[in-house]
């Protein structure tokens, strides 16, 4: 028990400075693509610009709008911030440290409430502005939830389990990504709705909505929330290692892949432009939803 316990604090721990260190990856790459330097003055090449940040930013005045709802508005960054820690939870370890039979049904069941943590902001922000973008994110977040369950659905046929563990036993000969690569990249295109990045960011539209739900947020409840989605994007890089790339956490090469798909999760942002909300529906409902059925079905006949 204190094993587990050790080795989950250990865990989370590591996985927030990743976070640290993802943020400093993403400014450096969109520096580049925008060809002028990203952080570079604090400490070697910029090494110490996240920490220094993070000072910043835990030690600004707390303010709040007088219109709020104090108590929700206050709780709403750390709920978001603890779902996207606890998801980290069905990590299969090595050593099955804490890996049960539903891992997958729990992750599906914490990603599932990710919404409420930007609902809650949203709302109890009692701002335009704010209440809009998170009308927003939750329309979209619930719409892509349906099919991204389908995509993994998929995988779990071939399988035949709900522990993440088994992907990294069922890939020692070849990979999921060459079996399934269009579930491979409709999940991908999923994860960027669910994550609310570029070109999905619509929660976040800064040339229409003053940075969206968490408009009224600073210092340490803004930290709060970039923390819970830079954590989501680590998570869902790590996810798809983990179902197509190989799952070979045993190795360096599951980070490296992870790292490079966080950065391409980057090099959209600073490539592409915002989508149109009406196209995002259309492209969920019409075509990503009937797609994942049919594709869960012909997979559902290969197992049969």
């Known amino acids: ?3 587990n316990f050790v080795s989950c604090f250990f865990m989370l721990l590591f996985s927030l400075i990743g976070v640290a260190f993802l943020t400093l990856l993403e400014r450096k790459i969109l520096g580049y693509i925008q060809i002028r330097k990203g952080p570079n003055k604090v400490g070697l090449l910029g090494l110490f610009q996240p920490f220094s940040d993070a000072v910043k930013l835990y030690t600004k005045e707390i303010m709040f709008p007088l219109k709020s709802n104090f108590y929700p508005y206050w709780v709403s960054p750390i709920v978001t911030l603890s779902i996207s820690l606890m ?3 069905c990590y299969p370890y090595f050593f099955i440290v804490l890996s049960w039979k539903f891992s997958i049904l729990f992750m599906f069941s914490i990603l599932s409430m990710g919404v409420y943590g930007i609902m809650i902001s949203g709302w109890f922000s009692n701002s335009c502005y704010s209440i809009l973008g998170c009308m927003r994110v939750i329309a979209q977040s619930i719409s892509y939830e349906v099919s991204f369950f389908l995509l993994i659905l998929c995988s779990i046929y071939l399988i035949n389990s709900m522990n993440l563990y088994y992907f990294f036993v069922y890939q020692k000969i070849i990979w999921f990504v060459v079996l399934m690569f269009p579930v491979f990249l409709m999940l ?3 994860f960027l709705a669910e994550l609310n990045r570029t070109p999905f960011d619509f929660s976040e539209g800064e040339s229409e909505l003053v940075s ?4 009224e947020y600073g210092g340490s409840g803004f930290s709060f929330i970039f923390l819970g989605e830079y954590l989501s994007i680590l998570f869902a890089s790590m996810l798809l290692s ?3 790339l190989g799952g070979d956490m045993l ?9 490079i798909l966080s950065s391409i999760i980057i090099i959209i942002r600073g490539t592409l432009p915002r989508y149109r909300y009406d196209k995002l ?12 059925m049919c594709l869960m079905m012909f997979y559902v006949s290969v197992l049969c």
Do not use: A, D, H, P
């Not at 529906?281 to 994942?292: A, G, P, T």
């Open 1 to 3: 028990m204190f094993s």
């Open 87 to 89: 998801v980290w939870l």
């Open 188 to 190: 991908f295109v999923s």
């Open 212 to 215: 969206g739900f968490n408009v």
């Open 242 to 244: 983990m179902m197509f």
């Open 251 to 259: 190795y360096l090469s599951f980070f490296v892949k992870l790292m």
């Open 281 to 292: 529906m259309n492209l969920c409902w019409k075509i990503y939803l009937c797609s994942s």
